[in-house]
């Protein structure tokens, strides 16, 4: 056995509860190899955070040009060959306020089409807004142009590449970045921190792995699990102060089950859905796609920023194997909290309570059926042997629409798993409310973009069609799942 550095100890150090948890393999991992499991060899911690360049709405305007184009940047100390936002991955943070106008000119300069989506965005799918049936061949430009609602809630946002077919392998490549809607009434805090969660497999090239049809299936994670394009960085504070962090989960199919030990969590909100008072947490689980805007209030000592192992399920009619379920906790980040004690900081002021869809009237009932298995669907997502992913029995196509909605109705939705692996469903532009999960009636009002529906089991959500008329999408954000076809079309009107 290596002698334990002080990487070793640091992960030991903020273990204990995990390593409880996670039936002590995580403490097995720690000892006997002074590696963490997204590979390489990091010193104590890594390097400082790197902050990715923001852009700030003024006089209700953000407008902007997004260029994406492979790159040469470096990717948890690294140097890859990426797919690049305006030549860094992640790509510009983009702050805005409600009631904003959003306008961005796409350029594609990659050798494929893309397109773009602003994820969780409350903002009309039709014409040049967030409509992912756009393609951008290479070479082409595209006006994108979106207009916030003036309530529209604040949060932490994201945008990446929706072309069927190819969003694993662009957002696995480097595409994304961050939106925040900023509060109307300021949260006093330290710092406001975007921490986007990617991961990625590096040849020894430098360019991003080609990934198997069976990693397709069960959905790619990569060996390199990066934080702003950093391995394990390092993340400084003194005592007492509370900073914000937004955290996105920007990997292709790997769910987050992340904690700080030793430090306290107030979570302020998941993807657009906001608590009226910050509520204490230990554990934070982000599916693909999802965000979490949380209050850190610092105590002195380091500490890590873990992703602990998630049992996401296996494959139909394979035993359970390695990309599924995690493999011992990997260290996300240091966070180091020293020198002279900050004075505390103002109370967090509270926020109007979210509007309950529990007692509203429901217009129509629907349920969608999530299933994966060989035979299924007319072998339009994937090559033959390939396993078919799809919805209420179909495959995605975009000239079909799936799902109509009467705008101005509630609605509430089932959605069934028949699969022994979760699938986390995303609606875009309308925010689901989480009713039920697995048979359990959820307390208080949860609203959600991305809802985990768990390995053969349901989840009911209510969606308001209040507004935004037109044409989008539903999909498993298991993103090879949503391009192999698990993916419907909806229409409001
Ligand atoms: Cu994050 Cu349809 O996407
Ligand atoms: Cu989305
Ligand atoms: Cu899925």
Known sequence: MRPISRRSTLLLGGLGTAATVAGGAGLWWSLASAEPPNGGTADAEGPGLRIPPELRSTAGKLQLTLEAARGQVELGGRPASALCYNGTSPGPTLRLRPGDELTIRLVNGLDEATNLHVHGLHVSPQANGDNVFLAVGPGEAFDYSYRLPPDHPPGVYWYHPHHHGTVAGQIFAGLFGAIIVEDSVTIPVSADRVLLVSDTTLDSAGSVAA?????????????????????????????????????????????LRLRLDGQRLDLIGMDSGRSPVPGRV????????????????ATAGDTVLQALPYDRGSMPGMMRQGPLTGRGPASLAVFRVSGESAVAPAAVPPRPAPEDLRTATVAARRQLVLAMGMGMGSGQGGPSGMMGFSINGREFSGSRTDTVAPAGSVEEWTLVNTSPMDHPFHLHVWPMQLIEDNGQAVEGV?????????????????????DFSGRSVYHCHILDHEDLGMMGVIEVS
């Open 282 to 297: 230990e554990e934070l689980l982000l599916a693909p796609g999802n965000r979490a805007d949380l209050l850190v209030t």
């Open 211 to 255: 990934v198997s049809q069976p990693e397709r299936m069960a959905g790619r994670e990569g060996e390199l699990l990066l934080l702003n394009g950093q391995r394990n960085p390092l993340l400084t504070a003194r005592p007492g102060e509370r900073e914000r962090w937004r955290i996105i989960n920007a990997c292709a199919a790997r769910f």
């Open 446 to 466: 949860i609203m959600r973009d991305v809802v985990n529906v768990r390995a053969n089991g349901r989840a009911t959500v209510r969606i308001a069609f209040r």
